[in-house]
């Protein structure tokens, strides 16, 4: 089945206490993105990479790192979160051809809470 | 710059009424146009889109026709049931782009 994966699906930590949310998708695809969901404010790209080793800061790239080592896997890297990235997080991936795009596919979501 | 805006909810509907969700674009160029639905506890699926002036996009009962005079992209159906309640986001992507700009989503209430 094709499909995005993320994990984990639910996560509370501490403030400075470094976290990995992984990202997985299985169809092949050359771009990833990463995006925050906040109440009033829709979804945010933090992230984006249109292939492996090419990544690219999105609109709120600040306190998140990212890494494409292989074409399938997109990991967010919160190397010390705060409570202002307590969040809903959502890992997509399309193929990429720019002049006709085509659809993002959407995991299934990470909660993140920071305390 | 690009934005979407879309109208603010809850839109609150009876099973069977026509449903409305506006929704305006700011952009250069020519952008691709696109619904997003999240059903609860779920990642946003496609739901339908649109990359050119004057066209259709369809899907499940809903469409939306990219009007580059009014700068819009509404979505309506004609008769709702219980199981479209979700979050509706437009979104564009700017041309040559694989980015996604949303608007801030519109949530759909339908009860029996």
């Known amino acids: 089945e094709a499909q995005v994966t993320q994990n984990p699906r639910y996560l509370i930590t501490v403030t400075g206490k470094k976290l990995t949310v992984t990202c997985s998708q299985n169809?092949?695809?050359?771009?990833m993105s990463w995006y925050r969901q906040d109440p009033g404010l829709g979804l945010r790209q933090i992230y984006y990479s249109m292939n492996v080793e090419v990544t690219d800061k999105g609109d709120v790239p600040e306190g998140y790192k990212v890494s494409r080592k292989e074409k399938r896997n997109f990991p967010l890297i919160l190397e010390s979160p705060s409570p202002n990235q307590t969040s809903l997080y959502f890992c997509a991936s399309s193929l990429s051809t720019a002049s006709l795009p085509y659809e993002q596919y959407f995991g299934p979501g990470t909660r993140l809470t920071v305390t | 710059g690009n934005s979407v805006t879309q109208m603010e909810g809850p839109v609150t509907l009876s099973e069977e009424a026509f449903l409305t969700i506006n929704c305006t674009y700011t952009a250069t160029g020519y952008p691709s146009l696109f619904w997003y639905v999240q059903y609860p506890g779920e990642g946003l699926q496609l739901l339908l889109k649109?990359?050119?002036?004057?066209d259709k996009g369809s899907n499940k009962g809903f469409e939306a026709t990219y009007r580059k005079e009014t700068t819009s992209f509404h979505l309506e159906k004609g008769s709702v049931q219980v199981s479209d309640s979700a979050v509706y986001f437009c979104?564009?992507?700017?041309?040559?782009?694989?980015?996604?700009?949303f608007g801030t989503g519109t949530r759909l209430q339908v009860f029996p």
């Open positions: 649109a990359t050119k002036a004057d």
């Open positions: 979104a564009l992507s700017p041309y040559n782009t694989d980015k996604l700009i």
């Open positions: 169809m092949n695809h050359e771009y």
